[in-house]
């Protein structure tokens, strides 16, 4: 840690114009995932460097496909002489570079963290997820609906291992970990003045006060949201949002930190082989808490409300922590024009 | 690390005929279980459900199952020798160990009979660790009543309490839904009670044993959810912020109604 300490104290920047190097190098020794587009912008395996997007802020999809993808295969089964064998489909372990990741993006991995590798970890994620590099990297400038201002943000307070912030003709380089260290050994950096500094936290200080411009919820009202919140469960804003919200489960497949799934099989024809599955589900779905016995989330309103709480307060009172980076996704997709942010707004005015 | 995920292929040992929609199958494994667990059960190329162990012994567990869909239809049609997978076993378990030196009201109703059954073994068993103790079993029908073959064995050791929603020809018992018994109940204070059975039941049921003077806080339910994974991460079976599969599925009532969503099992219970 002291380490890490004086190279950051040293303080580094690289030119934008060896960028495609230090990637190329890194593409050496790892798989690199950056932004791509093809008019939906999402993070890639990347073969061709001129692919990457450099993007003014964050992809449309999140960074957990990559992780937690929307069908995985557990394993494979074949009727055999001793019942079935199993095949195990345990993948994915490659090293991986995240190149681009934005604030939001890492507390999303955090928070994913928190459900998949706790007390019981989840073996087909902690291997994807195990030897990941993160190299992130400063918003240009907010989306719409971008509100991480609520949760700490554009800079996340670690999680990555090296953080670039565009400041002209280079990026102002933080380092955040003993592996973000090797890679400034790498040979692409160099040591950056105390004007490149000075441009750096006006650069984000200028963004910053533009997300909480338009976020219009300060720091102090989300430590409160969670207590404000849990008080509202029979308010009447869950049965107007019962109304208009469709149920068709988008803001869940888009959200960074939902995690809901279901397992299934897929049988070949005769039956005597097939794999089992898993596929991304939503709590918004009618079926989601269904039982034989019963449907315990059989209306709406009941499901709408908990989503919200499974991101402001289950997780607040279980682990200490908001489920929610304020990546504004799921407002973003909503076809009701259901805005979180705004429902926020009215809990805890 | 062991893949939670990946079940353990087992041959199923025996089958036997509980009632028209309900066989218990007895299941070759040496996985070793606390009463009131649970196993996901793998019908292979129809899927996986929760299932409570009904029983177990030296090299075996049994699975009482009622066939009311994809997987449990399956299985009904499956036969000794054939092999299904099981993983587990997951959830807490019944909260034995507080009902010792106590009196103990095990309260079931239909399937719910079925994660009851292993305490009433135990009991029969360790007899002399209870005080008074009593089964109060509820069933739609007679010819639906799981276990009728061993209830001459367990009056034995316990007050046996039936009940029928619907009589059929021969039946004797009490016709009733389970409150209707509840008052026959010849202990109130210093017990442990434990129940499974249909959520409307258990609401009741709590309903009436709190009036009788029973405490919520010793009274235990054991909840039905959808459940997928069995380990707290595919979120079905979360209520109120806890995962019926690994912080359940027993809760006591008192912790239930403090849920932030207030569980259907106990809504109306103390309002
Ligand atoms: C902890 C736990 C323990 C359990 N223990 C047991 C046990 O010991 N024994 C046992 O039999 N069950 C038990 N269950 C219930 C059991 O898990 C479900 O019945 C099972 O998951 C159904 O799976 P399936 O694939 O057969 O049904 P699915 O194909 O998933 O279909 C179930 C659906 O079919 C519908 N359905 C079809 N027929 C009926 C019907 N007759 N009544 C109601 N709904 C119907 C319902 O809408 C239900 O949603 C337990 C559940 C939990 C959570
Ligand atoms: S995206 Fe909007 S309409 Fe669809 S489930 Fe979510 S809140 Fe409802
Ligand atoms: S709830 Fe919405 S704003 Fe919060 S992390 Fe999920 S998609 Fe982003
Ligand atoms: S069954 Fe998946 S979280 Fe409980």
């Known amino acids: ?349 | 690390m062991r893949n939670p995920y990946l079940p353990e292929v087992v041959p199923i040992r025996e089958v036997i005929e509980e009632t028209c929609d309900t066989k218990t199958f007895r299941i070759a494994t040496h996985l070793l279980f606390n009463p009131g667990q649970f196993v996901e059960l793998s019908v292979f190329g129809y899927g996986e459900a929760p299932i409570s162990i009904s029983g177990g012994g030296d090299g075996y567990l049994d699975l009482t199952i009622r066939a009311v869909g994809n997987v449990t239809n399956r299985i009904h049609r499956m036969k000794a020798g054939d092999y299904v997978g099981i993983r587990g076993p997951f959830g807490n378990g019944w909260p034995l160990e507080k009902a010792k030196g106590k009196n103990l009201l095990i309260v079931a109703g239909g399937i719910g009979l079925a994660p009851l059954k292993p305490v009433v073994e135990y009991v029969c068993r360790h007899r002399e660790e209870f005080k008074m103790v009593t089964l109060l079993y509820g069933a739609r029908r007679p010819s639906l009543m799981l276990f009728k073959y061993k209830f001459r064995e367990w009056e034995k050791f316990m007050d046996l309490l039936l009940t029928v929603d619907e009589p059929e020809e021969g039946w004797k018992g009490h016709v009733g839904v389970v409150t209707t018994l509840c008052d026959k109940i010849k202990h109130r204070s210093d017990t442990i009670t434990l129940m499974c059975g249909p959520p409307i039941m258990m609401k009741y049921t709590s309903m009436v044993l709190i009036e009788l003077g029973f405490p919520p806080s010793e009274i235990y339910l054991s909840l039905e959810r959808n459940m997928k994974c069995g380990i707290g991460i595919c979120g079905h079976c979360a209520v109120g912020g806890v995962y019926v599969c690994r912080d359940g599925p027993v809760f006591s009532l008192n912790k239930a109604l403090r849920f932030i969503e207030k569980p259907h099992e106990v809504q109306g219970v103390l309002d």
């Open chain 1, 1 to 349: 840690m002291k380490l890490v300490k004086m190279v950051t104290i040293m303080m580094l920047k690289i030119a934008k114009n060896r960028i495609n190097e230090f990637l190329a190098a890194l593409k050496e020794e790892y798989t690199l995932y950056a932004p791509t587009s093809n008019g939906v912008t999402k993070f890639e395996k990347i073969e061709d460097l001129t692919s990457i997007c450099f993007l003014p802020n964050r992809t449309d999809i999140s960074l957990k496909s990559i992780f937690f993808p929307p069908k995985q295969k557990f394993f494979r089964w074949k009727r055999g002489e001793m019942g079935y064998e199993l095949e195990d489909y345990l993948d994915g372990e490659e090293k991986k570079v995240i190149f681009g990741a934005r604030g939001c993006d890492i507390r999303s991995l955090k928070i994913l963290d928190m459900y998949m590798r706790g007390e019981f970890s989840d073996p087909y994620y902690e291997k994807r997820r195990k030897n990941t590099i993160i190299i992130g990297i400063s918003c240009d400038y907010p989306r719409e609906s971008c509100f991480c201002s609520a949760f700490g943000g554009m800079v996340p307070e670690d999680g990555y291992d090296l953080w670039f912030t565009d400041i002209g003709t280079h990026y102002f380089v933080d380092v955040g970990s003993d592996i973000g260290k090797e890679l400034i050994s790498l040979g692409f950096f160099q040591e950056a003045s105390p004007e490149d500094l000075r441009k750096k936290k006006r650069r984000i200080e200028k963004v910053q006060f533009e997300i909480e411009r338009r976020t219009r919820i300060d720091l102090c009202e989300v430590k409160r949201c969670s207590q404000e919140i849990k008080k509202k469960s029979q308010d009447e804003i869950w049965r107007e949002l019962g109304e208009i919200c469709l149920c068709c489960g988008k803001c869940n497949f888009v959200c960074p930190t939902c995690h809901c799934f279901d397992v299934r099989d897929i049988p070949s024809f005769d039956g005597s082989e097939g794999y089992r599955i898993r596929v991304w589900d939503s709590c918004h779905l009618y079926e989601y808490a269904k039982t034989s016995a019963e449907n315990f989330r059989k209306e709406k309103h009941a499901r709408v409300r908990y989503r919200v709480y499974d991101k402001f307060v289950f997780p607040v009172m279980r682990y200490g922590v908001y489920a929610c980076t304020g990546c504004g996704r799921c407002t973003e997709v909503c076809p009701a024009g259901i805005n979180l942010r705004e429902v926020l707004r009215r809990l805890v005015e």
